[in-house]
């Protein structure tokens, strides 16, 4: 069963962001041994966004079906979007901004920061935007038993923002090379410069059991997207990891949410006025 992309048409306040002709275009890595992240995170983000948002996810075999993907299975691939994620300028036509993010990520602030982000950076000529991480996993596996291989720039590619239109990206990041070019090409960015590298904080893409909290500066440090890296809480082995009483606090809500759609049942989306994001039941147990 695949899942269901959203959208949500709300409101901001920055009309240079909210006036864009489109919703901005969020692309989820999708796994299907970790549907219930999936969906956590989608909702995270659309209940947190003060722009339209639409949230769409990458599922390889969808892909593989339309023939934009057809690489055969890679033994250090840890999950199903290893290599889907550097089509996201396809996916998203070749213009505007767009975001991709793991779906073992948990949106605790506003997305439109990033948005702002990246619009300042396209006049510095940014091909794309990612926190630069200095990061080598202690364990040799993660999730459920994936390996866990070490490369330079390790997560970076984890949390992208996509200047899609972007010559370099046009050129390099179609269907055909993320189908035949190497893993240490997409991931490292190697057909970009490195000043076509933008950098956003680290509190965009705050690795559990590597980034912490600084106490003389939490403003500045505290996470606005948490990201699972090794395995969360919908793994028994991470149930009770860094910053899962707030995964699970969102798989609550989001589940609420799905049954008072269930309740309203008349199929507009619409809760006491407010927009609604478009959901399916969940395939997969938070104890998978």
């Given at each position: 069963?695949?899942?269901?992309?959203?959208?949500?048409?709300?409101?901001?306040g920055?009309?240079?962001?909210?006036?864009?002709?489109?919703?901005?275009?969020?692309?989820?890595?999708?796994?299907?041994?970790e549907?219930?992240?999936?969906?956590?995170?989608?909702?995270?983000?659309?209940?947190?966004?003060?722009?339209?948002?639409?949230?769409?996810?990458?599922?390889?075999?969808?892909?593989?079906?339309?023939?934009?993907?057809?690489?055969?299975?890679?033994?250090t691939?840890?999950?199903?979007?290893?290599?889907?994620?550097?089509?996201?300028?396809?996916?998203?036509?070749?213009?505007?901004?767009?975001?991709?993010?793991?779906?073992?990520f948990?949106?605790?602030?506003?997305?439109?920061?990033?948005?702002?982000?990246a619009?300042?950076a396209?006049?510095?000529?940014?091909?794309?935007?990612?926190?630069?991480?200095?990061?080598a996993?202690?364990?040799?596996?993660?999730?459920?038993?994936?390996?866990?291989?070490?490369?330079?720039?390790?997560?970076?590619?984890?949390?992208?923002?996509?200047?899609?239109?972007?010559?370099?990206?046009?050129?390099?990041?179609?269907p055909?090379?993320?189908?035949?070019?190497?893993?240490a090409?997409?991931?490292?960015?190697?057909?970009?410069d490195?000043d076509?590298?933008?950098?956003?904080?680290?509190?965009?893409?705050?690795?559990?059991g590597?980034?912490k909290?600084?106490?003389?500066?939490?403003?500045?440090?505290?996470?606005?997207?948490?990201?699972?890296?090794s395995?969360?809480?919908?793994?028994?082995?991470?149930r009770?990891?860094?910053f899962?009483?707030?995964?699970?606090?969102?798989?609550?809500?989001?589940?609420?949410?799905?049954?008072?759609n269930?309740?309203?049942?008349?199929?507009?989306?619409?809760?006491?006025?407010?927009?609604?994001?478009q959901?399916?039941?969940?395939?997969?147990?938070v104890?998978?």
């Amino acid at each position: 069963m695949s899942p269901t992309h959203s959208h949500l048409s709300g409101a901001g306040g920055d009309g240079a962001i909210v006036g864009a002709a489109e919703p901005f275009r969020v692309f989820v890595g999708y796994d299907s041994r970790e549907d219930i992240a999936y969906r956590v995170c989608r909702h995270s983000l659309l209940r947190r966004s003060s722009i339209p948002l639409e949230v769409i996810p990458i599922v390889q075999q969808d892909l593989r079906e339309s023939g934009l993907y057809w690489r055969d299975r890679d033994p250090t691939e840890s999950t199903e979007f290893s290599f889907t994620r550097f089509l996201t300028p396809h996916l998203a036509g070749y213009r505007g901004w767009a975001l991709f993010v793991d779906c073992d990520f948990l949106f605790v602030a506003d997305v439109a920061d990033l948005l702002r982000l990246a619009a300042s950076a396209s006049a510095g000529g940014a091909a794309v935007m990612c926190v630069h991480h200095d990061y080598a996993p202690m364990e040799a596996t993660k999730m459920d038993g994936a390996v866990q291989t070490v490369y330079p720039r390790k997560n970076w590619s984890s949390m992208v923002l996509f200047n899609c239109g972007h010559p370099k990206n046009v050129a390099a990041l179609t269907p055909e090379a993320v189908s035949t070019r190497s893993g240490a090409y997409l991931h490292r960015f190697m057909w970009l410069d490195d000043d076509e590298v933008g950098e956003v904080p680290f509190v965009w893409n705050f690795l559990v059991g590597h980034n912490k909290v600084d106490p003389d500066d939490v403003a500045g440090t505290a996470p606005r997207a948490i990201h699972y890296t090794s395995g969360g809480p919908w793994f028994e082995r991470y149930r009770d990891c860094e910053f899962a009483d707030l995964w699970n606090q969102e798989r609550d809500a989001y589940e609420a949410e799905v049954k008072e759609n269930v309740v309203d049942g008349d199929g507009d989306g619409e809760e006491d006025g407010k927009a609604a994001m478009q959901v399916a039941p969940a395939v997969v147990s938070v104890d998978a």
